[in-house]
């Protein structure tokens, strides 16, 4: 296959050459910036108490939506008994 057909069928598909190149550079400038982060012990403490405060806090909203969600279900329940018995 020729150049221009092999590019003719890329672009049939939607895929930009130029398109694809500048997301490899996005994505290998955040696997190096996230190695230099890494890199250094004080960052990379503070990176990690920042997910676990994230994690915490994620923790606390799911359990305060689940207690939510329970009551819910107990006041439909109770609200279906009594509906049942008129």
């Not at 939607?14 to 982060?37: E, H, K, L, Q």
């Not at 960052?43 to 997910?51: E, F, G, L, T």
């Given at each position: 296959?020729?150049?221009?057909?092999?590019?003719?069928?890329?672009?049939e598909k939607g895929i930009?050459?130029?398109?694809?190149?500048?997301?490899?550079?996005?994505?290998?400038?955040?696997?190096?910036?996230?190695?230099?982060?890494?890199?250094?012990?004080?960052?990379?403490?503070?990176?990690?108490?920042?997910?676990?405060?994230?994690?915490?806090?994620?923790?606390?909203?799911?359990?305060?939506?689940?207690?939510?969600?329970?009551?819910?279900?107990?006041?439909?329940?109770?609200t279906v008994k009594e509906v049942k018995?008129?």
């Amino acid at each position: 296959m020729t150049d221009k057909k092999i590019n003719s069928q890329a672009n049939e598909k939607g895929i930009s050459p130029v398109m694809a190149a500048v997301a490899g550079a996005v994505v290998a400038g955040a696997a190096v910036a996230g190695a230099i982060i890494m890199s250094d012990k004080k960052k990379r403490d503070k990176v990690i108490k920042v997910v676990s405060d994230v994690k915490d806090n994620l923790n606390n909203k799911k359990d305060t939506i689940v207690n939510k969600a329970t009551k819910l279900k107990n006041i439909t329940k109770n609200t279906v008994k009594e509906v049942k018995k008129i």
